[in-house]
Each structure stands twice: as structure tokens, then as C-alpha cells.
């Protein structure tokens, strides 16, 4: 059972800057292609990024490319989304997912994931 705990997210004025965390437990971080995701008021849960076991591969969703950077620190077995320039459009609950498969470097749909944090609001305001 793998357990995720994001935290960092707020209430920011457009262009801020926001470091999202995700502090897993129960697994061997290493192993875990790590996902973000985020869903705002009466839409689906879109993806946002995600990063490979290593780190060393990442994937980003257009909306963000550019804005936006998923680390991970192995050591402390969290993974981060580093978002900046942010726009109200960001404004969503941003959730943390891990992907057992070892196969699979991070991806980009919700059923590849295994397990989800409980998530953290981000709001964007003008």
C-alpha cells in the first residue's frame, strides 16, 4: 500500500509561483513513475506532468509546458511540481499519483496509476 501526502499548494495572485510536494511511504520510491494531475470545478481530472523511477524522464501536458517542473528526490521520497507564471486557469486541486509498473517511465492517463494523494487546492487569482 502505497501512501501520498501532497502539500504547498494556496491562494496566489497571477504570475506567483507555487512548489507542490508529494511525500510517499509503503513502497520503494525508486520504483514509482510519479504523476500530477489536477481537476477544477465541473471538469475532468486532466493530467499535468509526470516523471519516471529515475528521473529521468519527464512529461509535461501543453497547458503547462514551460511553466512547470516535476523533480523528484529519491533520498526523501517525494516528488515535486515546481509551477510558476501561474494563470487562473491553473486554479485546480492538484493531486499526486504513483504507478507501480516498472515498465512504464510516467503517464499520462489516470489508469495508469495506482494510487492517489488526497490533493491540494491551488488558487489562482487576477
Known amino acids: 500500500q502505497v501512501q501520498l501526502v501532497e502539500s504547498g499548494g494556496g491562494l496566489v495572485q497571477a504570475g506567483a509561483s507555487l512548489r507542490l510536494s508529494c511525500a510517499a511511504s509503503g513502497h520503494t520510491f525508486r520504483s514509482l513513475a510519479m504523476g500530477w494531475f489536477r481537476q477544477a470545478p465541473g471538469n475532468d481530472r486532466e493530467f499535468v506532468a509526470a516523471i519516471s523511477g529515475s528521473g529521468g524522464s519527464v512529461y509535461y501536458a501543453d497547458s503547462v509546458k514551460g511553466r512547470a517542473t516535476i523533480s523528484r528526490d529519491n533520498a526523501k521520497n517525494t516528488v515535486y511540481l515546481q509551477m510558476n507564471n501561474l494563470k487562473p486557469e491553473d486554479t485546480a486541486v492538484y493531486y499526486c499519483?504513483?504507478?507501480?509498473?516498472?515498465?512504464?517511465?510516467?503517464?499520462?492517463?489516470?489508469?495508469?496509476?495506482?494510487?492517489w494523494g488526497q490533493g491540494t487546492q491551488v488558487t489562482v487569482s487576477l
Open positions: 499519483a504513483a504507478d507501480l509498473d516498472q515498465a512504464r517511465q510516467g503517464g499520462r492517463y489516470e489508469y495508469e496509476y495506482d494510487y
